[in-house]
């Protein structure tokens, strides 16, 4: 059986997806401090209490969460994990009052974005574009977000060695 909760995380299990992320081509990810300091993840455990996959979720403002990235351990893939984590990340921020912002290039979570009635754009410009009020703050949070010393250096790393060619959507939902 599998626990979904909402929980910090430790070391070890921050030390583990920092390396199983660093493996995949399309999540650029958080570094370990990132991990331990984050408030917001969404976690699934075994019976025994063994992490099998996280979501990582973050407010970037008052208004906005960004759940930013869901990983599962490979024994555990195509049974439902991922879904749960990000139903459960998505549930939370609606009930936090939160618009929610996403991006991934992973056909199950923009399915999932789809299900869940994200507004889906194909580019960060027409994102922007349809959200006027909020471009200074879109653009202000992916500049640091991606100024990040660990995530120029993965990015880099992974432009080299990740090739992909998966398109990345951007989800919104405005919260109700």
Avoid at 94 to 122: C, H, W
Wanted: with cysteine; glycine share 4%; aromatic share 12%.
């Amino acid at each position: 059986m599998v626990r979904i909760l909402k929980r910090r995380i430790t070391s070890a299990e921050a030390s583990l997806l920092v390396s199983e992320i660093k493996k995949t081509p399309n999540i650029i990810g958080y570094s370990f401090q990132e991990w331990i300091r984050a408030n917001n993840i969404i976690v699934a455990e075994e019976e025994e209490g063994s992490l099998i996959g996280a979501c990582l979720n973050y407010d970037f403002h008052k208004e906005w969460r960004k759940i930013a990235a869901l990983y599962v351990l490979r024994d555990f893939r195509g049974v439902g994990v991922g879904r749960k984590l990000f139903y459960e990340s998505f549930d939370d921020a609606q009930n936090n009052r939160r618009n929610i912002y996403t991006i991934s290039a992973n056909p199950s979570v923009i399915k999932m974005m789809d299900e869940l009635k994200l507004r889906g754009f194909n580019s960060f410009a027409s994102l922007v574009c349809k959200f006027p009020s909020y471009r200074s703050l879109f653009c202000k949070h992916t500049i640091q977000w991606i100024t990040n010393s660990y995530r120029l250096q993965e990015l880099a790393r992974k432009s080299i060695f990740c090739r992909t060619d998966e398109r990345f959507i951007y989800g919104i939902k405005i919260a109700e």
